[in-house]
């Protein structure tokens, strides 16, 4: 990584990629300029240089390079192949991380939460979601985070994808969905507020460490209620542990008395925390993952919305690696809208006579899934 010297960085730049404090802090994500607050701040703590594999320049913005460039190609998304559109949606997906590991810090550490920016940047992701969600979720699925990455950040983000592709489900006005993506992104930033070793560790919790954790929704409403965020979006994030049968928390409140953006949250939040690696647990595969929130065990969830999040994502969800029925192996890429069960799926390692990706509609009679496959069989190319 490069090292810049603070006192020679004037406000108003950007980076083009993180800058980091140590080379693992992120300080500031490409869409955030460099400001005075900023330099005295560092000056104030002692720091006199910070680290960016990125160029610094006032003429930078990173956002004529993802966002700007999908608004500009979204009328002409068809001409893109298959291989275009996932690489988009890749860079799409890691700024939008990049954001939120920023958005956490400056939480952290200035004290500083912007609704309008935090708005501005959810109408980018329902934009994005509405228009390549498909895409979005198979790259969700195989980027992995990187290891010195807060776990916060990336279920955030995940969970803010997954709300809103629900939310779309269901047919949510976009003021509303601005309103559950807001929510989804930040249902968690209480947990800054506690000792991070509570939460990042290979070990079982104290009964004092786990009450401590469930404070974190409380934390989160009154974090949100000080920076004047909306009270639809404060009570979603302080209702999204809250459980149709009553046995949730903080309020432990039943079915109706639950908040819709709460119940959405709750879903895919649970179905990401399944899904994903935790320092204490190896994730499920996503179909595993799914069958466990069908049996929804004492009627935890909201049964509209378990059924949204099947239809949005298929039981063997988009962007999972399957075996199939013709020993072929292939990767999950669009629901069939009749039966959950039976995704599209694309062939790896073969193409159409037109250099197309092969895919198939999977069926109970034709070809079908028999399994997902392992990240052993899979590969680290994702071609198996």
Request: hydrophobic letters at 35%; aromatic letters at 10%; charged letters at 25%.
């Amino acid at each position: 990584m490069k090292k810049y010297t603070v006192k020679d960085i004037s406000p108003g730049v950007y980076f083009s990629k993180p800058v980091y404090l140590d080379g693992r802090f992120v300080l500031i994500a490409p869409e955030m300029p460099f400001t005075m607050e900023t330099h005295n701040i560092l000056v104030k703590w002692g720091f006199k240089e910070i680290v960016s594999d990125g160029e610094c320049r006032m003429d930078y913005h990173p956002e004529d390079d993802v966002t700007l460039a999908f608004e500009e190609e979204t009328a002409e998304t068809e001409v893109l192949t298959d291989r275009e559109k996932i690489k988009r949606a890749e860079t799409f997906y890691n700024a939008f991380t990049e954001y939120a590991e920023a958005l956490f810090t400056d939480v952290a550490i200035k004290g500083k939460l912007d609704f309008k920016e935090v708005v501005e940047r959810i109408k980018r992701v329902c934009d994005f979601i509405k228009a390549d969600h498909r895409f979005l979720l198979r790259v969700q699925r195989v980027v992995e985070p990187k290891q010195e990455q807060n776990y916060l950040t990336s279920h955030a983000v995940k969970s803010t994808i997954i709300s809103l592709v629900i939310g779309y489900y269901i047919k949510l006005p976009y003021h509303r969905l601005i309103e559950l993506g807001t929510a989804a992104l930040l249902h968690e930033i209480g947990m800054i507020k506690l000792p991070p070793q509570i939460y990042i560790n290979k070990r079982v919790l104290s009964s004092q460490e786990w009450q401590a954790i469930r404070t974190h929704p409380i934390l989160s409403y009154n974090l949100l209620k000080s920076f004047n965020f909306p009270l639809s979006i404060s009570v979603a994030v302080l209702e999204h542990h809250e459980r149709e049968n009553g046995e949730g928390y903080p309020r432990k409140l039943t079915g109706d008395k639950i908040s819709l953006y709460a119940k959405i949250i709750a879903v895919a939040c649970s179905y990401d925390a399944l899904t994903t690696d935790r320092p204490h647990k190896e994730a499920k595969d996503g179909y595993t993952g799914m069958l466990d929130l069908l049996k929804n065990e004492g009627k935890q969830y909201d049964d509209t919305i378990i059924r949204a999040l099947v239809f949005s994502l298929s039981i063997y969800p988009i962007g999972l690696y399957v075996l199939l029925s013709n020993n072929k192996k292939g990767q999950v890429i669009d629901v069939n809208p009749e039966n959950p069960r039976f995704p599209i799926v694309q062939i790896l390692g073969e193409l159409t006579p037109d250099g197309k990706y092969k895919s198939l509609e999977t069926s109970q009679t034709g070809v079908y899934i028999i399994r997902p496959l392992t990240r052993e069989e899979i590969g680290p190319s994702g071609k198996g």
